[in-house]
Structure formats: structure tokens, C-alpha cells
């Protein structure tokens, strides 16, 4: 990969610049404080976005480059895989993501993961080199030649895992040592007490101690329940037979009571009886006190017939004498003497009669009377022998035996001996049942132990499963490590061996990595130091090379190498010898320097080695 060109339209001093790089050496010289630093920024920022966020610093990258005067805070950058496609990326740096543009101008910014912290990862997909993996290689920036012991722990563990697994970022040692640390806190060993493993085979013993306790409430209750059953089933027998009993009891009282009625139909027979007769004596009495009335309402009746035939007669008479003169005498005065005496006749006639009638009727109307009395006891007399005839049909119907009525006494005798009986059973049972109430809460923890039995046996069956696995990732691990070290390993330090080598001018020639204390070099006696222990320009020349080193590791392109003032502290015979390495070492890498100082110019040309100044 090689970076072609940048546009910077605003970004903190340099604004309206735009800068052509070559394929192999770039000088780009400038005096302190003209921008070099912010160049470097510029490029970083392009690929990977801009941050917001201090990390550390007194202030944010974006306050800084953030141009004070409101140009606009913008750039492009033009750069080329291995494969030859080129791109263009123009970024707003107000903006989180970039605009990606392939050699068409066809805009592909979609065609990219896009992290929502991070933003558009099209840099990182290209080349497999993250920001802090480019700051920390590809970049090298004044001053930082010797990193800082948190950055020189990080690329020292690069290398090593490099060496170690043919992964910047596997080690293996590490890899190991978390397996240990998995297989010891999240399963145990026999040694152990508290682990996992050692907790969950604790508490299935425990778990099957308490459950052989509780399975012999089991058997007890087994045995509850036979006797709550026979004591219920003898129960309901005896309150079978009790409600037969009540039963019988309720018939004999309802016979009893029928047989009151009876008795009070009797009664009520006899009494009406009695009614009878007294009205019938009262009837008696009755004709008897208006017996002359009826002999006087027959004499009555006996002179009103006589008095008609008397009348009759005379009238008779006065006729046939009237004929006799009519037809013998024929005297008028006689003639006027009979016809006044008719009248006279009538006139008496009528006389008596009314008297009569009057008589009559008086004596009449009190028989009326008497007779009404009578014909009412009379109808009384009916209805009272038309009521005895119901009750005596009653009474013959319903008459019962009187030894019946004396089985109640028995039958209540029975009723009390059997619900004692009963009463006795139910104590009993209650008895039981509160048994069998305080075994449950035994039973439900044995179903509550059995279930964290299956909880627990899962639980070691997954622990005894992730140690198995976990033995397995290291025996692979193991094995991987072994081939590693017998193939990739004495290639990666034969050529940091080499590079140290000739950067060095053969002073130290080999570098060896130890699994216990790191990176080690040999000294021209034979003996291993750790790096720690060399000069200080020594070991900027071991970070140096180091650096270098991993660039042909860390992707799949060839990625450029920018140094900015990292030979500030080097003397012209290092400087020579470090420049000379590099341009061979890496003749397919792009090199960019920055710096202040005329010094790598006039080595480049000594060396006769071609390279493209800018100055800025």
C-alpha cells in the first residue's frame, strides 16, 4: 500500500496544502512547529476519524485541529493497495463518516462495516491494522522511538505472540495461563475447596444424604395414607348405617305424628258426636217449647174449615130459599130481604175470616221461624255426620300398630351409640391428618431436593464438559505452540536477528524470546541479556528495529513506514547504518520522513539512494 497524495483544506495550521508522495523515500522537511505533527495527525485522522474525546490528553484532537478561524475543516487523502485499486477519501472531520470513493468515482462508503462508536472500519477492513496497532508500528513519531512502558509492553507482546503463535494478537503464554486460570476458578481441582467443581460435588453429597432422610417420610406416609383410607372408608360406613337409622328414626316420627293425628281425628269425631247430639236435644227442645203452637196452628187450620163449610152452607141455604121464592112466592120484598142478606153474609164472612188469617199468620210466622232454627241444626247435624264419615274413613285408613311407635326409643338409642362412633373415628383421623400435614412440607422438599439434585448433577456434568474442553484448547494450544516454535518462530527472530544485526554493525546478532523473561539478546560473548539491561541508544535502535520488524506482519499489504524525527538522538555513523538497512530491508515499503534537520538528506545522498523532498 502506498499513501499518493493528501489535500488538506483546513485542519489546525495548514489549510489549502496538498502534498504528492513517491513509491519508495519521502523526506518532508520543515522547520519546528511548521505543521509536521499535524501532518502526521491529518493522516491518522483521514483513516481512521477524528475523536472527540480527550483519552488523556488536556484536550480532544478535534478542539485542537479544529481550524480557529471557521475555514473549513476538511481533507482528502489518495492511497493505492498491493492489489493496484486506488481510492479517494474525503472526510468532513465535523462529520463521524467518511465519503470512500473507488478510481470510477463510484462512491462505496456502504460497502463497509460501520461501528457506531468507531464509525466507517474501511481502513481496518483493507489492511487488518487498527489504530492503535498503526500508532504503535507504522508510525513512529519524534521522541517515541523508545516507547513508553506501556506501549513497550504492548509491542513486546506483538512480537512475542508473533514469535510464540504466528498471531500479534495470540500469546501463548497468556493463552495458557487464562486456561489455567478458567480450569482453576470456574471448575477447581481435587485440591481445591471452594471452586466450582468442589461446591457442586459438596452439595450433591449433601443433597443425596438429606433425600435418603426424606425418602423414609415416604414410607410413613404410605402408611398415613393406608389409614386415613380405612379410617374414611369405616367412617363411611358408620355414616351410612346412621343415615339409614335416621331414616327409620324419621319414618317412626312421621308414624307417630300420623298416629296423633288419628288420635286427635278421634277427638274431633267424638266431639262432634257430641255436637250432634246436643243439637239434636236442642230440636227436641225446640218442638217441644212450640208444641201448643202447632196444636193451635192445627185447630187454626181446624175452625178455618169448619167456618168455610159453615159459610158454604148458609150461603147454600139463602140460595135454594131465594129459588123457592123465586119460584113459589116471588114476593119482591122478600126478593130485596135476600139480596141485602147476601151481603150481610159476605160482610161477616169476611169479618171472621181476616181474624182467622190474622191468627193464622201470626202463628205462622213464628212456626216459620222455629222450622228456619230447626232446618239450620238440622243442615249443622249434616255436615257434622258428613265430617265424622271423612274422619272415620281417615282413621280406618290411617291406623297404625302402636308397637311401632315404641322402636323410637331404641332407634335414638342407636343413633347416639353410632355418632359416638363416628365422633371417635373423626378425632382419629384428624389425628392423621395433622400426620400427614407436618410429613408434606418434607415431602415437597424432598421433590424441591430431587429437582436441585438434576440442577446440580447438570451443573457438574457442564463443569466436568467445559474442563474436558478446556484440557483439550490445551493440548491443541500445546501442540499448536510446539509447531509454531519448530517452524514460524526461528524464522520471525532469524530476521529481527538480522535486522538487530546490521543495525547494530554486528555488535549483537541474535535475538531469542523466552517464555519466562521476554525478549532476550546475545551478547558477542555468548551470553542473553533482556533488552532492558542494554544503552539507551542501543535499545532505541532495538525499539527501532523491532518496529520495524513487525511491518511485514501485521497485514497482508505493504504497509508504509512514517517516521517523524526518530533519529533526533542518533549520530551520523548510527544514522548511516539504520538508513542503509531500512532502504534495503523494506525497498517495497513507502518511507516517509519527517524532519527538521538536513541530516538523512545528505546520508540519502551519499548512499546515492533516490528520494522525493518535500519541504513544507
Known amino acids: 500500500m502506498k499513501i499518493n497524495q493528501l489535500k488538506i483544506n483546513g485542519y489546525g495550521k495548514l489549510k489549502e496544502k496538498e502534498i504528492d508522495l513517491k513509491e519508495h523515500i519521502n523526506i518532508i522537511y520543515g522547520k519546528n512547529e511548521s505543521g509536521k505533527s499535524t501532518l502526521l495527525n491529518f ?38 493497495l498491493d492489489s493496484k485499486e486506488k481510492f479517494e477519501i474525503f472526510r468532513d472531520f465535523k462529520k463521524k463518516n467518511p465519503k470512500i470513493y473507488n ?55 506483538k512480537v512475542a505472540n508473533l514469535v510464540g503463535t504466528g498471531d500479534d494478537n495470540v500469546s501463548y503464554k497468556r493463552a495458557l495461563e487464562r486456561i489455567n486460570r478458567r480450569l482453576l476458578e470456574e471448575i477447581g481441582t481435587e485440591r481445591t475447596r471452594e471452586k466450582p467443581i468442589n461446591v457442586v460435588g459438596k452439595k450433591i453429597e449433601e443433597l443425596e444424604l438429606e433425600k435418603e432422610r426424606l425418602e423414609k417420610s415416604v414410607d410413613i406416609k404410605y402408611e398415613i395414607e393406608k389409614n386415613i383410607g380405612q379410617l374414611e372408608q369405616e367412617m363411611k360406613e ?9 331414616e327409620k328414626k324419621l319414618k317412626e316420627e312421621n308414624e307417630k305424628i300420623e298416629n296423633e293425628k288419628i288420635n286427635l281425628k278421634i277427638n274431633l269425631k267424638n266431639e262432634n258426636n257430641k255436637k250432634i247430639n246436643s243439637i239434636k236435644n236442642k230440636i227436641n227442645e225446640i218442638n217441644l217449647e212450640n208444641k201448643n203452637l202447632f196444636e193451635k196452628n192445627k185447630k187454626i187450620n181446624l175452625e178455618k174449615n169448619n167456618f168455610n163449610k159453615k159459610i158454604l152452607i148458609i150461603f147454600l141455604f139463602i140460595i135454594f130459599i131465594h129459588i123457592l121464592q123465586f119460584i113459589f112466592i116471588q114476593n119482591r120484598i122478600l126478593n130485596y130481604i135476600f139480596i141485602l142478606t147476601v151481603p150481610i153474609v159476605l160482610i161477616f164472612y169476611l169479618f171472621f175470616k181476616n181474624k182467622i188469617n190474622n191468627r193464622e199468620n201470626k202463628i205462622r210466622n213464628h212456626l216459620e221461624k222455629v222450622n228456619t232454627e230447626i232446618k239450620q241444626l238440622n243442615f249443622e247435624i249434616d255436615l257434622l255426620e258428613k265430617n265424622n264419615n271423612e274422619l272415620e274413613k281417615e282413621i280406618n285408613k290411617n291406623k297404625i300398630e302402636k308397637n311401632k311407635i315404641n322402636n323410637l326409643e331404641k332407634i335414638n338409642l342407636e343413633i347416639i351409640n353410632l355418632e359416638n362412633k363416628i365422633n371417635n373415628k373423626k378425632v382419629e383421623l384428624h389425628t392423621l391428618q395433622l400426620d400427614y400435614k407436618n410429613i408434606e412440607p418434607q415431602l415437597e422438599n424432598l421433590s424441591k431436593i430431587e429437582e436441585k439434585m438434576v440442577d446440580y448433577k447438570e451443573k457438574m456434568v457442564n463443569l466436568k464438559t467445559l474442563e474436558k474442553s478446556m484440557n483439550l484448547a490445551k493440548q491443541v494450544l500445546e501442540t499448536s505452540y510446539e509447531q509454531m516454535k519448530s517452524t514460524v518462530t526461528p524464522k520471525f527472530t532469524d530476521k529481527l536477528s538480522e535486522a538487530i544485526a546490521q543495525i547494530t554493525q554486528g555488535r549483537y546478532e541474535k535475538i531469542r524470546l523466552n517464555d519466562d523473561t521476554g525478549l532476550m539478546v546475545a551478547l558477542q560473548n555468548g551470553n542473553y541479556v533482556p533488552v532492558s539491561r542494554l544503552s539507551i541508544g542501543t535499545m532505541d535502535q532495538l525499539y527501532l528495529s523491532l518496529r520495524l520488524a513487525m511491518v511485514e506482519e501485521l497485514s497482508e499489504e505493504k504497509m508504509p513506514i512514517i517516521l517523524d524525527e526518530a533519529f533526533a538522538y542518533y549520530d551520523k555513523e548510527r544514522l548511516k547504518s539504520f538508513l542503509e538497512y531500512m532502504t534495503k530491508r523494506f525497498k517495497n515499503h513507502q518511507i516517509i520522513i519527517l524532519t527538521c534537520t538536513n541530516k538523512e538528506k545528505q546520508i540519502l545522498e551519499e548512499l546515492n539512494l533516490e528520494f522525493n523532498l518535500i519541504e513544507i
Do not use: H, R
Open 103 to 157: 478510481e470510477k468515482m463510484e462512491e462505496i462508503s456502504k460497502e463497509f462495516n460501520i461501528d457506531k462508536n468507531k464509525g466507517n472500519e474501511f481502513f481496518y477492513e483493507q489492511t487488518k491494522v487498527d489504530e492503535a496497532l498503526f500508532l504503535s508500528t507504522i508510525l513512529i513519531q519524534q521522541e517515541q522511538v523508545k516507547l513508553e512502558k506501556q506501549e513497550q509492553n504492548v509491542l513486546i507482546q
Open 43 to 80: 493522516i491518522v485522522n483521514s483513516f481512521y476519524g477524528i475523536s472527540k474525546n480527550k483519552n488523556g490528553k488536556e484536550i480532544s484532537d478535534f478542539e485542537k485541529y479544529t481550524p480557529w478561524s471557521g475555514e473549513e475543516f476538511s481533507g482528502k487523502i489518495e492511497y493505492e
Open 238 to 246: 358408620l355414616e351410612n348405617e346412621n343415615i339409614i337409622l335416621k
